[in-house]
């Protein structure tokens, strides 16, 4: 099973990015998705969730301006990301419980994606 991120890149701040993670691999079902960042020097801290169900909950400082989707059929979860501010500037990993069998479930990580807002 592996997650495969895709976009980011540079910004100016109050521009847009869309970053998209794809699972793939054998699996049974993906329960919560989530996005995490890590700035420099800073510990990794979640952005975003997803449940299977489209139940969403973020952090206080991307709310309103950064929005996560899932397609279940395409296994892929996104993150839309408006009105981007220099503090956004991270590594953005997406992080996913997946269960390889009914019975068994565990995290797994995508590789981090660059995300640079210039002021």
């Known amino acids: 099973v592996q997650l495969q991120a895709s976009g980011g890149g540079l910004a100016q701040a109050g521009g847009s990015l869309r970053l998209s993670c794809a699972a793939s691999?054998?699996?049974?079902?993906?329960?919560?998705m989530r996005w995490y960042r890590q700035a420099p020097g800073k510990q990794r801290e979640l952005v975003a969730s997803?449940?299977?169900?489209?139940?969403?909950n973020y952090a206080g400082s991307v709310k309103g301006r950064f929005t996560i989707s899932r397609d279940n059929a395409k296994n892929t979860v996104s993150l839309q990301m408006n009105s981007l501010q220099a503090e956004d500037t991270a590594v953005y990993f997406c992080?996913?419980?997946?269960?390889?069998?009914?019975?068994?479930?565990?995290?797994?990580w995508g590789q981090g994606t660059q995300v640079t807002v210039s002021s």
């Open positions: 992080n996913a419980n997946i269960r390889r069998t009914t019975w068994s479930s565990r995290a797994y």
């Open positions: 691999g054998s699996f049974f079902s993906i329960d919560d």
């Open positions: 997803i449940t299977e169900d489209g139940i969403t």
